[in-house]
DNA sequence: GTGGTCTAGACCACA
DNA sequence: GTGGTCTAGACCACG
């Protein structure tokens, strides 16, 4: 998985790094239970500190995202349950960009036709392959 | 228009006035072409620094949401024409939305209903009254 | 308020300075919506680094004990309502904390006369003046 | 006796590992005198490290929960006698459970109740049954 | 070899 | 002047 980010940017390097990883989740790029680098190696890769590597891995165990198994690293988290309620603070953000997309000039039906792009890139367990 | 900020967040307070400004000019209730209040007048209201309503305000203009005459104030910009293709940015920032969403276990139906929600409450200028 | 640190233990720093500030808001030495001291003075009054009292403020501010205002640096939390639950992870300690007093001879009623004399210690708002 | 562990978790699985086997000899759920299984044994049942199960009884030898016999292997130490005098270490352990209780909402009637429920799960032999 | 912790020192965003 | 972020480098706990 190809990790690229903006050293010259308002958003931390970690908050970057962590969204990434969650996209990466979403789009199956990082398979469920896949083993994910190891803090170090990602630091190398990245060319940045560990400690930064190693913050957005607690924040991404903090959120759930992954576990953090001690004998084997980081792994991705087993899929949640289907859930239709949405989280308040992520009905927040949306609202956000729904804004900004109207005052954009984008109508209601090419923002559905986007969403749904790019809900097909996204490969989400919850439909049919869940237990 | 209201506005409620959390002193104590991890959004700074420019960003959350600014992020509110962007909704309320979304959804008509602050109309095209009206008057903010004076960067002290709001201030004063909300009990915060003038510094930050004045970098709210800066980065809104810079982002092309008001524009500053200098005789009168601030105003919200003239509604856009009908552009149907989103910002890069935007369409990041949604893809990380989506992707978190489906974490969550939201399907894209119920997602698609959301946005439907959303957008029903924005008087988004475009579709009809285009000049 | 008193912090004192062991720094040969196998506790972690920022975890013992966490306790103690959670011990310190529950007796009330730290009253409701005080000021914290900021990181670097806290840092400088134990002779250890920013970042580790960093550390503490996060986990606290995370788990809901502080919170912090870009403002005026962090303080205590407002108290939060009668809640008669207690959290499976609290159960879960006292368990094992109960099971090693039984191994060492505690018998209930003294037990109970302990807790007893250690919550008589802390200053809890939630029988008499709550609103 | 069944021991359950999270491989993913921020306690170290010999620590698990002890606390579960101390509410085990409390609860009685593990007889005075009763033999455990051995290291290799139970590393192997619970598939883990040889050396945390080693961990795990040196600690609770270290701390006198169980005796190692080099001819019979590892028992549940005797009982001790009565002592009404807690620990200092339990007692700061627990002004820390209490605080986070007292700060949570919890009152100590209810707290007491809760405490009286896990006590008549252990099988304390130091009531009756003394020597 | 893994993540977790800590340090000293620096720079930046926020208000 | 506050907390937040980042770095380079080190040591330790865990398994």
Known sequence: MIISLQLAG???????LRNQIVVGIATGELAREEKLP???QLAD????????VNKAYSLLKQEGYIVVDRRHGAKV???????PEPS????EEL?????????????????????SNIFS???YPHLNEER
Chains 1, 2, 3, 4 share one sequence.
């Not at 729904?98 to 036709?113: E, M, S, T």
């Open 10 to 16: 308002d958003i931390p390097l970690y908050e970057q």
């Open 77 to 83: 988290s087993p899929p949640k349950p289907h859930n």
């Open 88 to 91: 308040p603070q992520l009905e």
């Open 121 to 123: 890139r996204m490969a």
């Open 95 to 115: 609202q956000l960009i729904i804004a900004q997309a109207a005052i954009q000039g984008i109508d209601p039906i090419r923002f559905q036709k986007l969403c």
């Open 38 to 40: 190891t803090v170090r």
């Open 45 to 52: 890769d990245l060319g940045i500190n560990t400690m930064t």
